[in-house]
């Protein structure tokens, strides 16, 4: 990670590569037993897009999750991420379908 990476997340502010480190160290304990299947890996230019779907452990809900990283200089500079609990999707896919004539 760069010294002044910026990390985006939908519902709060950025946050900087310590408090980024931070959280993750916070969420090492707890998640240590999380399994994580990699879906698909895109790169475009400075550019690069994980899709994955994770289960929590201890029977917490299956996620799906979309990592975009900007590269520079060959370390992370920029990151956001979308989370999203599987059993979700169907609700927040509502907006799409067409409307009833």
Do not use: F
Request: glycine content about 6%.
């Amino acid at each position: 990670m760069s010294d002044d990476l910026v990390h985006h997340r939908p519902g709060s502010s950025p946050s900087t590569k310590g408090e980024c480190l931070a959280a993750v160290r916070a969420a090492l304990v707890p998640l240590v037993d999380m399994q994580v299947e990699i879906h698909q890996v895109l790169a475009d230019g400075d550019h690069v897009v994980v899709y994955s779907r994770r289960w929590l452990p201890d029977a917490g809900p299956e996620i799906a999750v979309v990592d975009i990283r900007r590269i520079d200089d060959g370390l992370i500079a920029e990151g956001w991420e979308i989370i999203e609990p599987v059993a979700q999707v169907a609700a927040n896919l509502a907006w799409w379908e067409p409307a009833q004539r």
